[in-house]
């Protein structure tokens, strides 16, 4: 806002227009501005952070890195791209991977559509003109045809409303906003909150700095070694001769990796052969361990010698059986998030580390020098870390006042659980787009996002083609989409009920409605899915001529 000397009084800033305002600079939204761009629209983008890179910007915590082989955790629309960028450890780290976003960023030109350290907070769609009216936290104001949302399915960290946390007199940080800098831990007392991906990551480090770790452990989790190493370049060489075959596996993909189907059922396969599989994955290390057979995720016999498997690997890891069980699952395997990390159970094999299960004996509040539970124990730290995830899928966008027609909020819409058309749009918000919107996949994510911001430009391309003016997805189309992904999710192991806090249903959030918030069909069958979606005219959007658009 700017303050007129004479009067004393607040001028509104003039409204820039546009034809596409982006929201989010990662994988969707660099992705989705390049398009735009190429396409000859004008593009204002913003990002929160101060440059490019996502989730990638802010996750400095120790161990940030990829669960994805970076090879396939990448773009893959340019092939002189490919070439020209090494990978340099298997799963890269939270600055290799910055590194790579301001590469991509610098390659086409795309900071200059951005405004950085700078937050959307109202986006509101106005009838009258058919146009998003965006306003940011700096009083910047503009208007578009279209509102592009990439901000992300984990992007909304989740610090649970513990009582007590403003009278602690120690440092407490969320790894989801780590300083860049980093943290001088040596010589502290330590306490994590949080065994989920990002704890699973943290905890080896925390506990080599720490003088002393205590983990608070609500649900523990399968946790598969990351085998993670440097990635030589005769290794990086031979994969840049075979990006075709790489690219062309990872659309057949469930998850969008670029493996086959294992085209076994552990159900079927004897003891001794099955043991064989799982060792042989496990010593691969990573996600493709959740592949060793085709029926892991449907059937329980499968999934219950899975689920054993690793269970006997934390026994032979942890030498304190107390302590082995307490880090011992007894969900589905798959039913939350499986991470990949490096040591993981071998640091509570550690005199300096503790750990606190919470599961029957919660946390009451935070003091002004630790942790109390339930039962009045008071666990004294110097520093507190919140590991405790992100509000999925719907945080970030219900987070910010998105405005429909009718005055309806996106919050209010989704209050119950958000109803969406293939995760992309949403009824009553006209030319609005999601990449990664709540009920797309769960799936390696740049694919995917790569894969909708393709879609939503060659939507617009035929919106434009069509003389129509509004894009919006019918009630018709979310409802059965909504259907859908219940009914596919229902049909896995993947829901185990209420009593996993998973980010899945959303129940790792208090008071958020426990519906199913992904696609579980497979990333390969939604493409599929998008695809016909738009051989059919975009079925099950309307497209409302200028006429309409403006009743």
């Known amino acids: 806002m700017s303050t007129s000397a004479a009067s004393g009084t607040t001028a509104p800033q ?20 390049h398009r735009l761009q190429e396409m000859g629209l004008t593009v204002q983008a913003y990002e929160a952070a101060p440059d490019v890179g996502g989730t990638w910007y802010w996750n400095h915590y120790p161990g940030a890195r990829t669960d994805c082989e ?17 990978w340099k450890e298997r799963y890269p780290t939270q600055p290799e991977m910055q590194s790579y976003f301001g590469y991509v960023a610098d390659k086409f030109d795309l900071r200059r559509h951005y405004r950085f350290a700078t937050r959307v907070e109202t986006a509101e769609f106005d009838e009258a003109s058919g146009r998003w009216q965006v306003r940011t936290d700096t009083g910047e104001r503009t208007s578009a045809t279209y509102l592009v949302t990439a901000v992300g399915i984990l992007s909304a960290p989740n610090l649970p409303d513990f009582p007590g946390i403003e009278s602690f007199e120690g440092q407490w940080l969320h790894t989801a906003y780590w300083p860049a800098e980093g943290v001088d831990l040596a010589g502290k007392r330590v306490g994590i909150i949080g065994t989920g991906s990002t704890g699973v990551q943290a905890i080896p480090l925390l506990a080599e700095q720490a003088e002393h770790l205590t983990v608070f452990q609500r649900t523990p989790n399968y946790v598969i070694p990351a085998r993670n190493r440097a990635v030589s370049q005769q290794e990086m060489d031979e994969i840049k001769t075979r990006y075709d075959e790489v690219w062309a596996k990872v659309r057949r993909h469930w998850f969008s990796f670029p493996f086959e189907n294992a085209n076994l059922l552990a159900g079927s396969t004897d003891e001794q052969e099955r043991t064989r599989v799982y060792e042989k994955a496990w010593e691969y290390g990573g996600f493709p361990f ?33 302590v082995a069980e307490k880090l011992t699952p007894r969900y589905p395997f798959g039913a939350k998030r499986p991470p990949s990390g490096s040591g993981y159970y071998e640091t509570f094999n550690r005199e300096d580390v503790d750990l606190i299960d919470v599961s029957g004996n919660a946390i009451a509040e935070i003091t002004a020098h630790g942790v109390r539970l339930a039962d009045g124990t008071e666990h004294e730290v110097d520093v507190l870390v919140f590991a405790t995830g992100f509000d999925a899928s719907t945080g970030a966008l219900t987070r910010m006042n998105i405005v429909g027609r009718d005055g309806e909020t996106l919050a209010g819409k989704w209050a119950p659980g958000p109803r969406t058309h293939l995760g992309i749009g949403t009824h009553g918000f006209p030319n609005m787009f999601m990449i990664t919107g709540p009920q797309s996949p769960f799936t390696n994510i740049p694919p995917c996002a790569q894969n909708t911001a393709d879609w939503i430009a060659d939507a ?46 959303g129940t790792n ?20 899915i998008c695809e016909q979606e738009a051989a059919d005219g975009y079925s099950g959007f309307e497209i409302h001529t200028p006429a309409v658009a403006t009743r």
Request: charged fraction near 20%.
């Open 70 to 86: 970076g090879y396939y955790y990448c773009y893959s629309f340019d092939p002189q791209m490919l070439q020209e960028w090494t």
């Open 290 to 322: 959740l592949f060793s057979f085709d029926d892991l995720l449907f059937d329980t016999a499968a999934n219950d010698s899975a689920a054993e498997f690793v269970r006997d690997k934390i026994r032979a890891a942890v030498t304190d059986p107390a």
């Open 14 to 33: 003039s409204v820039r227009e546009v034809d596409a305002v982006v929201v989010g600079a990662g994988f969707g939204g660099l992705y989705m501005v």
């Open 460 to 505: 617009i391309t035929h919106i434009n083609a069509t003389g129509g003016a509004l894009m919006e997805a019918t009630e018709q189309a979310q409802d059965a989409w909504t259907e859908q992904i219940t009914a596919i999710a229902e049909q896995t192991l993947l829901v185990a009920g209420k009593d996993v806090h998973s980010w899945f249903t």
């Open 509 to 528: 959030v208090e008071g958020k409605a426990p519906v199913i918030n992904v696609f579980f069909g497979g990333a390969d069958k939604y493409m599929d």
